[in-house]
């Protein structure tokens, strides 16, 4: 309850901190919010062309495909990137006043997911254009946008916390993200590309599982229940070990940063 009484008396700091955290991304671009719907859009036209050649993958829907698995690896991969500088980077403001130091990772998650949220828009226009149109298996995508926001959380403030005590973790996390993203069939067709029988690796990745989950809802079909368990008890999991790691540890925050 103390918890939930801190998080309630510091709510208008962390609307504060999300719109800062949108403010700064944007900031001295011409452009502002607007590229946060071009760059997925052209994102997609890049990889259409280079992987829709490479692979022969010509159909109508292609598109729609990269671009849903973009979307969600590209929030996730932004939000645990600035978590895991978010008690570093907002050090002076630490030592300064006493705010409950775990608000400044959710902030990070929070702000780049209403950015993504707002991404969206090209997804719906996009799979209007191609065809794709929405169907009662439209009310699944729900789900996985849960699950990618407890996930991102989750993992944000493991990250967080090993960043304070280790840097080199920055440099560990983006190699690591490389493998997450071949990982998780973005721009291929599983089926298609791990003709070898080994496709089930991409079962263990949490955020492949998601983004299934995500694609069953927009191109009309039940999503696989497998996929939903498994993923539903790592985002959960992620969490509770989020919390626990960063609550043992934050009172040494101070003299680290």
């Known amino acids: 309850m103390r918890y939930i009484k801190d998080f309630i008396k510091y709510r208008f700091l962390l609307s504060e901190l999300v719109k800062k955290g949108i403010k700064l991304k944007y900031r001295r671009s011409y452009l502002g919010i607007i590229w946060s719907l071009l760059e997925p859009l052209l994102t997609m036209i890049v990889l259409t062309i280079v992987f829709g050649t490479l692979f022969g993958n010509h159909t109508k829907e292609f598109p729609v ?4 698995g973009r979307l969600l690896y590209s929030f996730f991969s932004t939000a645990t990137k600035t978590s895991l500088s978010s008690i570093r980077k907002n050090s002076a403001m630490i030592k ?3 705010v409950p130091k775990y608000l400044y990772t959710l902030s990070c998650v929070l702000y780049n997911y209403v ?7 090209v997804l719906a226009v996009v799979s209007i254009f191609l065809g794709v149109y929405p169907s009662v298996y439209t009310l699944q995508i729900a789900i996985p946008l849960l699950l990618i926001l407890l996930l ?3 993992c944000g403030m493991i990250l967080a916390t090993i960043g304070v005590f280790f840097r080199d973790m920055e440099y560990i996390w983006s190699v690591a993200l490389m493998l997450v993203m071949y990982t998780c069939a973005i721009f291929y067709y599983p089926e298609k590309l791990l003709k070898s029988g080994w496709d089930w690796i991409l079962q263990y990745n949490p955020l492949y599982c998601i983004i299934d989950i ?3 809802g927009v191109f009309g079909y039940a999503m696989d229940m497998r996929n939903l368990i498994y993923a539903a008890v790592f985002s959960v999991a992620s969490v509770m070990v989020g919390l626990i790691c960063f609550k043992k540890k934050q009172d040494e925050f101070i003299l680290k940063i």
């Open 65 to 68: 495909y990269i671009l849903t």
């Open 96 to 98: 300064k006043v006493y």
């Open 115 to 121: 950015i993504f949220l707002i991404s969206l828009v």
């Open 152 to 154: 991102s959380y989750g």
């Open 214 to 216: 995500f694609r069953a």
